[in-house]
Each structure stands twice: as structure tokens, then as C-alpha cells.
């Protein structure tokens, strides 16, 4: 079985890219259930259009209040049980409950411009969520974290949103509060790949924002995960995971 996970940075300009970067992870990779960040469509007709015309059977999304900022989105071949969109996560939180575990498709926010207190206090309310779930089933998580363990520049922080040591203690504590597996760094211990880049006047940083976490009770079910390079034509990559049914 095999789960995408894609930032698109706005499905309007996504689907209409020349390059087609999400229809050729679709017809190149055919995967069972696509997880999406940063739809950014506030117009439900347009969104409920794009989404379908990617050939999925069931199509869930999740809106931020405000136009043209966050939105997730699930697409699954297969019906889920249920979908939960908790309180504190519109348009930033989808999770699909199936038979043996729950999906769940993350866009954290960004501590940017003076937020990082709002996005401490949002990362507490999505500890208690994954925990909450981990309690009835498996859960694997995947999306965009908005903070690097990995970065092309080999330090442990970095001076900008996304690499604050701040940051990186909170990513952690969610992966040992909920007993949480980075899948990417299990299964990839001697390598290193990254989904954003970011080019500045005298260099370039590539970091990892996008992760699949596993609980540890649903790891043994996780074959692989990597990062698909090669439609690396807008602001991320998308990431793979491939699973045992």
C-alpha cells in the first residue's frame, strides 16, 4: 500500500503547472491515498473540482478561515471508517480512521513573524490529539512539520522559523510523548534526502520539513519511505511511503 504525502504550496497553481508535478506522482506512483498541505482554495467549487480530477474515489478537505492560507486535503481509493477534524486543527489537521490504523495529514504552522507562542500552544493541542488517537489505533502521521532535524548545512539550529532549538525540542517531545517514529531516519539511517530548498544570495539550504511519523506499534508495517526527487518543481518534494497491508 502506498501513502504520498505533498505540500503543493496552492492547488490552483499545482494542478495547472506546466511541469504536472501532482498529476505525474499520481500516474507515476499510483498511490492508494494522497495527503495534501497548503491546498490554499477557498473556493469550494474549485476546490471540490481540482481535487476530484485527480481520479480518487473519496476526496476529504479541511479549509483554513482565512482565504488563501493553509488547507489539507485527503484523497483515498479506499472508504475510510470516519474522518476527524479536531477543533484546534481546521484546515491544518485531517485524520481518516481505517480499519487498522489512522491517517493522519498535518500542516504545522509556521512561527514566523512573531508567532512562535501561538505555534507552541497549537503544537500542545496536536500532542493531545495524536495521543488521544494512539489510544483506540495505530496512527501514522505524515505532512509537513514545519521544523528540520536535517539540513544540508550539517548544524544542529539554524536562524530562521523551522530550524529554532524552540522548535526542535517541541518535534521531539511529540515524537516521545506519543512514541512516534521519525520513518525517514529509521529506515534511511545512512543517507540523507531533503523536500525544501531554499536559495539565498550566496547559497542554498536544503532542510526536511516533511516527515511520516509512526507510532512504534505500527512501525513494523512501514517498508519504506523516501523523498521523490524528480518532481521537485514547486516550493517542496513529496515523500512516499510504502506499507504492508
Not at 77 to 92: A, C, D, E, N, Y
Not at 108 to 121: I, T
Not at 179 to 207: A, F, P, S
Request: a neutral charge; glycine letters at 6%.
Amino acid at each position: 500500500m502506498r501513502i504520498i504525502s505533498y505540500n503543493i504550496n496552492g492547488l490552483k497553481a499545482c494542478i495547472n503547472n506546466p511541469d504536472r508535478p501532482l498529476q505525474t506522482i499520481c500516474e507515476k506512483y499510483s498511490p492508494d491515498i494522497l495527503a495534501l498541505q497548503e491546498t490554499r482554495c477557498s473556493d469550494i467549487k474549485i476546490l471540490n473540482s481540482l481535487l476530484s480530477s485527480l481520479g480518487f474515489a473519496h476526496v476529504y478537505y479541511s479549509q483554513y478561515a482565512k482565504p488563501g492560507q493553509a488547507g489539507v486535503a485527503i484523497l483515498s481509493h479506499i472508504k475510510p471508517l470516519q474522518i476527524i477534524v479536531p477543533s484546534f486543527g481546521t484546515g491544518r489537521v485531517l485524520a481518516a480512521e481505517y480499519e487498522d490504523y489512522i491517517f493522519v495529514c498535518v500542516y504545522v504552522p509556521n512561527s514566523q513573524g512573531g508567532k512562535m507562542q501561538l505555534r507552541m500552544e497549537w503544537e500542545e493541542h496536536f500532542r493531545g490529539f495524536i495521543r488521544e488517537l494512539s489510544n483506540t489505533k495505530p496512527v501514522l502521521v505524515g505532512g509537513d512539520m514545519n521544523v528540520s532535524l536535517d539540513n544540508s548545512w550539517n548544524k544542529r539550529t539554524l536562524p530562521f522559523a523551522g530550524g529554532s532549538q524552540e522548535e526542535i525540542d517541541a518535534f521531539v517531545r511529540l515524537l516521545t510523548d506519543c512514541c512516534l517514529v521519525d520513518c525517514y531516519r529509521e529506515l534511511n539511517r545512512y543517507g540523507r534526502k531533503y523536500t525544501q530548498m531554499i536559495k539565498m544570495k550566496h547559497t542554498t539550504l536544503k532542510w526536511r520539513l516533511d516527515y511520516f511519523l509512526a507510532t512504534t506499534s505500527f512501525m513494523e508495517k512501514v517498508k519504506s519511505v523516501d523523498v521523490i526527487e524528480e518532481v521537485w518543481k514547486v516550493d517542496h518534494a513529496p515523500i512516499v511511503c510504502e506499507i504492508v497491508k
